[in-house]
């Protein structure tokens, strides 16, 4: 095995680790999901820190270690800039990443899943984030195999226009199927809109609140049904503004 070795990636998470280090979650183009140290990041003179930051597109340069690799160069090359003069874009762009975070296993490659998050972290810059987070969240379970069909009652199969969502199935509902929380035909619609479309298509969806906070209702029992389990975000952040 060569010594060193490069990745085009990004950064989704970073933790302090002893005496000035950190270590770095990456989501890399050709290596998908892997981590690595950067020692002595920390440190007022360290060249590495200003690259290294959450959210970052960076080129690195990595060295193979027994249990952990370390970053031996990083150089940013997109900071998706817009992301700093917001909090609220920051806070979005943090609930991709831990979400990413969350759905992928280390070392599965997936140059589609990249090509996502860095398209959704640039399109952030454009308004409507609301609609691009049920876009990203849409994509992401799809791309993990987790995509529900919404044309479909998640039971019987029968064709929907409208329906209930409920805990107990990864989808919506017929009427004959049972009940639960009413999605509307202009949700269902919206939902199958963000499904198919690209992201620069997004902002074309035109929706009332109303059906913006039931998207926002379906994707979440979505992500849990798939994560079986809270992602922190969704406590720390309130949904309702995302
Ligand atoms: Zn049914």
Request: charged share 25%; proline share 3%; glycine share 8%.
């Amino acid at each position: 095995m060569e010594k060193y070795y490069t990745a085009d990636a990004i950064i989704i998470k970073g933790i302090s680790y002893g005496e000035g280090h950190r270590i770095f979650t990456f989501y890399g183009k050709e290596e998908g999901k892997f981590s690595a140290v950067a020692r002595g990041v920390k440190k007022p003179k360290s060249k590495l820190n200003g690259h290294l930051q959450l959210g970052n597109r960076c080129d690195l340069q990595l060295i193979h270690g027994k249990s952990l690799d370390t970053v031996s160069q990083a150089v940013a090359k997109e900071t998706y800039p817009h992301l700093r003069e917001s909090a609220s874009l920051y806070f979005y762009a943090s609930y991709f990443l831990e979400l990413l975070n969350d759905f992928v296993a280390e070392r599965v490659v997936d140059p589609a899943l990249f090509q996502l998050l860095d398209t959704v972290l640039k399109g952030l810059a454009e308004k409507e984030p609301a609609k691009l987070t049920r876009f990203f969240e849409l994509k992401l379970l799809a791309l993990s195999g987790y995509q529900p069909d919404f044309h479909r009652c998640a039971v019987c199969g029968e064709e929907i226009k409208a329906g209930f969502l409920n805990p107990r199935f990864h989808g919506i509902i017929c009427e004959k199927c049972g009940n639960g929380y009413e999605i509307t035909p202009k949700t269902l619609f919206a939902l199958n809109y963000l499904a198919d479309t690209e992201t620069r298509l997004v902002r074309r969806l035109k929706t009332d609140d109303a059906t913006d906070q039931l998207m926002g209702k379906v994707t979440k029992m979505l992500i849990e049904h798939s994560l079986e389990k809270k992602v922190k975000s969704l406590a720390i952040l309130n949904r309702d503004q995302l």
